[in-house]
């Protein structure tokens, strides 16, 4: 039996449609204080996004263009942000809930 290692990098018609993150900004991630609703939704629209690769993966696959690899992995990183998204929501209606307890 020969067991061969998986590529990395995806081949065929379906690696055109994948794009690789962009690398972090350092200098934009310098100063936590700088957050506010434009990163919010920036955060949102990059969700969507991946949501969206992932759901391009799948149909690729499907279709018999991708690879099973790109599918899972796709659909990993969107499960990722989606358990982050809930979390973080949670959170916020936890914090929420507590400031309308608080008595005044």
């Known amino acids: ?3 061969t290692p998986l ?3 995806p081949a065929g018609p379906a690696a055109a449609a994948l794009v690789p993150d962009a ?3 350092a200098a934009a991630n310098a100063d936590a204080s700088t957050f506010g609703f434009g990163s919010l ?3 949102l629209r990059a969700g969507t996004q991946q949501l969206e ?3 391009g993966a799948e ?3 499907v279709d018999g263009t991708g690879g ?3 599918m899972v992995f796709e659909r990993a990183k969107a499960d990722v942000i989606v358990s982050i998204a809930t979390a973080a929501s949670s959170r916020v209606t936890q914090s929420l809930n507590s400031l309308t307890q608080m008595q005044l």
């Open 1 to 3: 039996m020969t067991i």
């Open 59 to 61: 149909r690729s696959f």
């Open 7 to 9: 590529d990395p990098t």
């Open 53 to 55: 690769r992932a759901q």
């Open 23 to 25: 690398p972090l900004d």
């Open 68 to 70: 099973l690899q790109e």
């Open 41 to 43: 939704v920036d955060a």
